[in-house]
């Protein structure tokens, strides 16, 4: 298995911009996890879909922030307007079992100018 | 919510000894405690994970220690190599959830 596959790796883009950031989780299990790191803040959960449905999104930090599971292969993660303090590593993460633990992508670091 | 505290924040030792990072966290449902390695542009790896019915786990020159009484639980690595350098991240799972709570981060160093 691949792993967990995010792209793009890294992007620039300025303020003002809609920002796609993709993830292909592991295939045979449907719970999907964004996280974002920055130095100040760590780790921290956006939202989690289990069965491409949003299980919890108390940790996305405004209406700009958006996620979608359309399907169990693919996610989607929409920053619209970006900020510069959206500046961060974003990642993917899902486990490749039921009582498995996370398996993250290497993650797209996002810079907003 | 679940929290997670993790020390130190950095961390050096000379090859070959070994290293200790310490990890508490707030909800006494938690029940599941992985570790993770993150290299530099990479995304954390699992490298030893212990579930609440266990007190320690080993797996080479890894182990951890969990103590659910006073909370506690504590990543080990012996015989420290360079490669070993990395950030070391813990976290906890509450209850039935799926989401991880992480620690702050540990900058291990090991100085061949």
New interface residues.
């Given amino acids: 298995d691949a792993g967990?596959i995010q792209s793009p790796r890294h992007e620039v883009t300025e303020m003002g911009q809609e920002v796609t950031l993709r993830c292909k989780p592991i295939s045979g299990h449907n719970?999907l996890?964004w996280y974002r790191q920055t130095m100040m803040r760590?780790?921290e959960?956006l939202i989690?879909f289990?069965n491409n449905v949003p299980?919890?999104d108390s940790g996305m930090p405004e209406d700009r922030f958006s996620a979608k599971m359309p399907n169990a292969s693919f996610s989607t993660l929409k920053i619209q307007p970006s900020e510069p303090r959206d500046s961060a590593v974003y990642?993917c993460?899902s486990?490749d079992g039921e009582h498995s633990?996370?398996?993250?992508?290497?993650?797209t670091r996002l810079t907003v100018t | 919510g679940e929290n997670v505290e993790q020390h130190p924040s950095t961390l050096s030792v000379q090859e070959g000894d070994s290293a200790v990072i310490k990890c508490t966290y707030s909800d006494s449902a938690s029940n599941y405690f992985p570790w993770y390695k993150q290299e530099l542009g990479k995304g954390p790896q699992l490298i030893i994970d212990i579930r609440s019915n266990v007190g320690e786990k080993k797996d080479q020159r890894i182990a951890v220690t969990l103590n659910k009484t006073a909370k506690h639980f504590s990543l080990h690595i012996t015989e420290t190599q360079p490669e070993d350098s990395a950030v070391y991240f813990c976290a906890a799972v509450s209850g039935s959830a799926r989401q991880l709570t992480f620690g702050s981060g540990t900058q291990l160093t090991v100085l061949p």
């Fill in positions: 967990v719970s996890f760590g780790l959960l989690y289990n299980i919890d990642f993460a486990p633990p996370l398996h993250f992508g290497n993650g």
